[in-house]
């Protein structure tokens, strides 16, 4: 691929592609070599989807990279902004894929039967009646010119445009078969009544003018046909499940108006808006119940079968199915912006993407065609030469062009691609890109925030302690004031007591995150804090200081109340071990992986998270840049890091680290730094990650494999007169259907065994 110097016209903008007319890997290689020739443009064509996912700057417009896309001989438009009523229209009308397919079928079945009787005749020399090869020409004739028109189409288009792919070894060697057999017939000594011609899988010696080969023209394109039929419809099945989640929504929502129910369509609906989700129905778009109780099934978006209880103040997703109560629901999100349509963003961006893997393919496909035509060349010379005869020399330069194509090599890696990220999707998993594939297989450290990774999250106020003068109420009043403006489990926690308390909290102004030092802000004029123990430099005094040692003894979260940098009290915390967290730290284990417990709490609530999951290395009491510190300190022994956690704190160490793992009940901060991100908050989900990663990246490299093998192994052979140039083609469209086949099989991934768990 060739490499744009983007220090000067670095790309400014993105744009996605729909390409029309390719045909093959080198079709999607030409396009990316012409698209990255433009100035300031970083281009990545996928030809399983069909796709370019291109970045450009400066005066170059999406026009301009459409117009670079027709002069190479190849048509594209800009994919457009999905709507809701393209997913209603969806099932109404077929895609452009679709169509493809249907004409495609059409043209297979016509030429196969006419086919089948030309391959029964040259096949059994029992049943070739006088005239019979009159007969194969009139049936094999519409098969080479009809059938074989898309073949002959692209390689005269590309023959223009001085390039050369797969349809144009398939195109000369059906027109170079077809073409002797009329020489044959008419001008040589083929056509004469009463021929008999045995058929061989090896070639043989003999005069060229007595030989036809019709049987090798109708069979080659028809098994050719077949090839990209049911490759065309494998590559519609690997984009199942992300046609699944953007056909998921629903047509019309009931919103309330003034009390009363009202349907409109779920274009109109507003971010604000009141709508009522009944049961079986499914909820119309992201947002807040206000009223009501039910249970959710959240299937399409986390993977997860149970459903989940909401009542007022949960949040649900759009997209989901309420299965019980009657729910009246504040949309907070509509239409690109919800998590469905982000999630579907997300893995067509991965799917559009090329994984390390793939570049050597690319760099093979974008040569092999004219190497596989100098061969070609070179055998018929060498069998000529050496006294082969035209028939042998023929028909061994035949069967190296139809063989010889590298539709294998173009579908390894994209094909299990579409497969790996659609599946992930289904159970919750969403890749950012292709090559996190590769970190997956060569991590053997995985580093677990303890807050909201391995623990619930969900922290409460265990006890509160004031320092003399001051009570309980004004220690907590004061705490969640400066809380109030932040989304940590800890800030939650303070909040949510001081409302059960009914406390009168009040107002604070000039909110500041320490990042990892605590929070701060004004409130009656003071300079209000909470920090943990480490961060605060004031004396304590004995009873405070007691209180700390004590409630870090036994896993509990203390932080100091500071006003004006004088401690007015300690507020105490503590959350719970997820049920899942042990058996999948087993799992992780089992992986070959190495955990270690990355978190900012004290030592001793970290230590005892630690004993009761199994963790053996704990690095507690760190800052943001102790946990980037700690994971390059990991690196710097030599160890391949994973980085799981949820809040903002997080954000650097999942960017610093060889992989990056977002839950997503975290921070968007945190799922942005990521590499990937888990829907589900259990670590269950990172197992599942992990494993469909590796699975993933070893169906690429044995598609790659059985790619690389079938061209090294089969060209030799036709090169040497030992393939009939239809069994050949016949060979060729297999390997392109066992490359899309084994991707498939991606969609039978199941989760990691949880019946430990």
């Not at 309420?322 to 912006?337: I, K, P």
């Not at 061969?375 to 028939?391: K, Q, R, S």
């Amino acid at each position: 691929m060739t490499v744009t110097d983007t220090t000067t016209d670095a790309p400014e903008r993105e744009i996605d592609l729909d390409l029309m007319g390719m045909t093959c890997a080198s079709c999607a290689n030409r396009i990316e070599r012409k698209l990255n020739k433009l100035p300031g443009v970083t281009a990545q064509v996928n030809y399983a989807t069909e796709r370019a996912h291109v970045g450009y700057g400066g005066d170059v417009s999406p026009a301009d990279l459409v117009d670079t896309i027709k002069a190479a001989g190849y048509d594209a438009a800009p994919v457009p902004e999905p709507t809701r009523e393209d997913a209603a229209d969806t099932a109404a009308a077929p895609s452009r894929a679709e169509t493809e397919l249907a004409s495609l079928r059409e043209r297979l079945i016509v030429s196969a039967l006419l086919t089948v009787p030309v391959i029964a005749l040259a096949m059994v020399p029992a049943w070739q009646f006088t005239y019979w090869q009159w007969l194969s020409l009139t049936l094999a004739a519409p098969v080479v010119v009809w059938g074989a028109w898309p073949f002959h189409k692209a390689a005269w288009t590309n023959l223009r445009h001085g390039s050369t792919t797969m349809d144009t070894l398939v195109s000369v060697g059906v027109t170079a078969a077809f073409g002797w057999s009329v020489y044959a017939l008419f001008w040589g000594t083929a056509g004469v009544p009463g021929l008999r011609h045995g058929f061989t899988f090896i070639a043989s010696r003999g005069e060229g003018a007595s030989h036809i080969y019709l049987e090798a023209a109708a069979g080659v394109t028809t098994f050719l046909l077949a090839g990209r039929y049911f490759e065309k419809r494998s590559k519609l099945k690997a984009g199942d499940a992300l046609r699944a989640l953007a056909e998921v929504g629903v047509k019309d929502v009931t919103v309330l108006v003034d009390g009363r129910e009202q349907t409109i369509p779920i274009e109109q609906l507003a971010v604000g808006q009141e709508f009522v989700v009944r049961p079986g129905e499914k909820v119309a778009t992201d947002g807040v119940v206000i009223d009501g109780a039910s249970a959710v099934d959240q299937a399409i978006i986390t993977g997860e079968s149970l459903p989940v209880q909401v009542m007022p103040g949960d949040e649900v997703i759009g997209g989901t199915v309420n299965a019980d109560g009657r729910l009246v629901v504040r949309a907070a999100a509509v239409g690109s912006d919800t998590a469905l349509a982000q999630i579907a963003k997300l893995v067509a961006d991965a799917q559009t993407g090329k994984a390390p893997v793939q570049r050597l393919a690319d760099r093979v496909s974008g040569i092999f065609v004219p190497i596989v035509i100098a061969i070609a060349a070179g055998v018929l010379g060498f069998w000529l030469g050496v006294g082969g005869g035209p028939v042998l020399a023929f028909t061994a330069a035949v069967s190296v062009l139809v063989i010889a194509c590298p539709c294998a090599l173009g579908l390894a890696t994209p094909t299990a691609l579409m497969v790996g990220t659609g599946r992930g999707a289904q159970l919750g998993i969403l890749l950012k890109g292709p090559e996190v594939l590769e970190s997956t297989r060569r991590i053997d450290t995985i580093c677990l925030d303890k807050t909201g990774t391995v623990t619930t999250g969900v922290m409460a106020v265990d006890r509160v302690i004031p320092a003399d003068g001051v009570t309980q109420e004004q220690v907590l009043a004061l705490a969640a004031a400066v809380e109030a403006g932040s989304e940590h489990p800890i800030g939650r926690a303070v909040v949510a007591e001081s409302d059960s308390r009914g406390l009168d909290v009040p107002p604070a102004a000039g909110f500041t995150n320490l990042a990892g030092a605590g929070v701060l802000a004004q409130v009656d004029g003071a300079a209000v804090a909470v920090r943990g123990p480490r961060d605060v430099t004031a004396a304590l005094g004995s009873s405070l200081t007691a209180a700390i040692t004590a409630a870090q003894a036994a896993g509990g979260t203390p932080v100091i109340v500071t006003r004006d940098d004088e401690p007015v009290g300690v507020v105490v915390v503590a959350d719970e071990v997820k049920p899942s967290s042990a058996a999948a730290i087993a799992e992780l284990k089992k992986m070959g992986l190495t955990p270690v417990l990355l978190t900012g709490d004290n030592l001793g609530a970290a230590e005892h998270v630690a004993r009761q999951v199994g963790i053996d290395r704990v690095i507690a009491d760190v800052t943001p840049d102790g946990k980037i510190a700690a994971i390059a300190d990991l690196q710097a022994e030599g160890h391949v890091v994973a980085m799981v956690g949820d809040g903002v704190n997080d954000a650097a160490a999942l960017a610093g680290a060889d992989l990056g793992l977002a839950m997503g009940t975290g921070t968007d901060v945190a799922i942005e730094a990521s590499d990937l991100t888990l829907v589900r908050g259990d670590l269950w989900s990172v197992c599942d990650a992990i494993a469909l990663s590796r699975k993933t990246l070893r169906t690429i490299k044995s598609n790659l494999f059985w790619a690389f093998a079938y061209n090294v192994a089969a060209i030799p052979v036709a090169a040497a007169g030992l393939l009939n140039p239809m069994m050949a083609g016949a060979a060729m469209a297999l390997s392109s259907v066992f490359v899309v086949a084994n991707s498939l099989r991606l969609r039978a991934f199941a989760p990691v065994d949880r019946r430990d768990g």
